[in-house]
């Protein structure tokens, strides 16, 4: 997989990155200082955010020079904190979620002789590679915490010629894989996590074959991931079908997931939106 094709994935798997120029200076050390200077204008696009405070907060995406970008809110101004960059042809992060000032995690992939899942870790002072299980051209897209030892990663997997559903678990000492079911599409791959509890977790993404896109709803109940239904608008008939770019938790029984579905009449994408009631998935 080359690296033209490894951004337009995981576009695909977190959703459209807006592209963004940042007025800020790299910064010297590895933690963010009180006062960041508007120095030099940085060029990139973000994927995702997540905020422990109105102090603390991170953005993950990838530079222009296809390298991963990680930026820090001290309450004032954005920066640039460096990040590891693996790869020989590049890497990006796609997804991020701060437990703490000190404990914040960012996944994503880099591309070497092949894509592979990229996991970085916060400690307070500096951002660290931390190593996943092999799962072949893999990527991931999303990440979310119950807490510092419960950790999940969503993404894709598999081989040059067939994407997989990719679940790993951290369990505050090391990076795991946990079966997840895969339909039997030939791109099958998880855009978003979202989890409150160690019984109850949701991951979103699309089950893709030639020509048609499927809504993909998985859910874990503290022993295994399963497939759950989920409604499938199909505006263009057999040349369309939806997919699902993000999920959020409220409650248990309150769970709401966005997308989209493709080719409808006027050949456009339009807004899916879809909500768990505790008992079934109903398109708003």
Do not use: Y
């Not at 951004?7 to 050390?29: D, E, F, H, N, Q």
């Amino acid at each position: 997989m080359n690296m033209a094709r490894l951004p337009r994935i995981l576009k695909i798997l977190g959703g459209a990155a807006a592209t963004i120029c940042v007025s800020t200076s790299l910064v010297a050390g590895a933690e963010p200082p009180a006062a960041q200077a508007t120095i030099t204008s940085l060029a990139g696009s973000l994927a995702a955010v997540s905020a422990g405070s109105a102090t603390d907060a991170w953005a993950v995406g990838q530079t222009r020079t296809t390298k991963t970008l990680a930026l820090h809110w001290n309450g004032t101004s954005w920066a640039p904190v460096p990040t590891p960059a693996p790869g020989t042809f590049g890497s990006l992060l796609s997804g991020v979620t701060e437990i703490s000032p000190a404990n914040v995690w960012a996944v994503g992939a880099s591309e070497g002789s092949g894509s592979a899942a990229l996991v970085l870790h916060w400690n307070g002072m500096s951002w660290a590679r931390v190593p996943t299980p092999s799962s072949g051209v893999s990527g991931l897209s999303g990440v979310s915490a119950v807490s510092a030892n419960d950790i999940w990663a969503v993404g894709s997997g598999g081989t040059t010629t067939r994407e997989t559903t990719l679940v790993l678990h951290w369990d505050g000492r090391k990076w795991t894989r946990v079966p997840s079911p895969t339909p039997p599409g030939q791109i099958v791959a998880l855009f978003s996590v979202s989890a409150v509890s160690a019984t109850d977790v949701w991951a979103v993404g699309r089950d893709l074959t030639a020509k048609l896109g499927k809504t993909l709803v998985l859910h874990w109940d503290g022993k295994a991931w399963t497939q759950v239904p989920s409604p499938t608008p199909m505006p263009g008939g057999s040349a369309g079908g939806s997919f699902l770019n993000g999920v959020d938790m409220v409650a248990t029984g309150d769970v709401w997931s966005a997308g989209g579905t493709v080719f409808d009449s006027t050949g456009n994408e339009r807004t899916l939106l879809l909500h768990w009631n505790g008992m079934a998935w109903t398109r708003f």
